[in-house]
Nanobody, 125 residues
């Protein structure tokens, strides 16, 4: 039912910034869906990055990215974003956006119902 498409990844140098975007097809139901960003590096499990409630008023960020990454959303446009600053080599991963059927955010990937295909972020030192 819900399609998610990530964009904005790329190859950057350490210290650079990127903004990832996630376009959702949820339409009028988008505001009822919490959104999350996850990442997966080669050989590692999928890792929570950030999440935001359906209305956008509550956010959560992993300790590893606090102060550097910011999740946001624009419900009028059915979009979610991940603004990444001061990127480090350890941020290199495929980044996925995800949506769940409730407004409350969650940290576990198992709590999300829909997933995008991911966008590659590579940070070189």
């Amino acid at each position: 039912q819900v399609q998610l498409v990530e964009s904005g990844g790329g190859l950057v140098q350490a210290g650079a910034s990127l903004r990832l975007s996630c376009a959702a097809s949820a339409g009028r139901t988008f505001r009822n869906q919490a959104m999350g960003w996850f990442r997966q590096a080669p050989g590692k499990e999928r890792e929570f990055v950030a999440a935001i409630s359906g209305g956008g008023g509550i956010t959560s960020h992993a300790d590893s990215v606090k102060g550097r990454f910011t999740i946001s959303r624009d419900n009028a446009k059915n979009m979610a974003y991940l603004q990444m600053s001061n990127l480090k080599s350890e941020d290199t991963a495929v980044y996925y956006c995800a949506a769940r059927r409730t407004m409350a955010w969650a940290k576990s990937p198992h709590e999300y119902d829909y997933w995008g295909q991911g966008t590659q972020v590579t940070v070189s030192s």
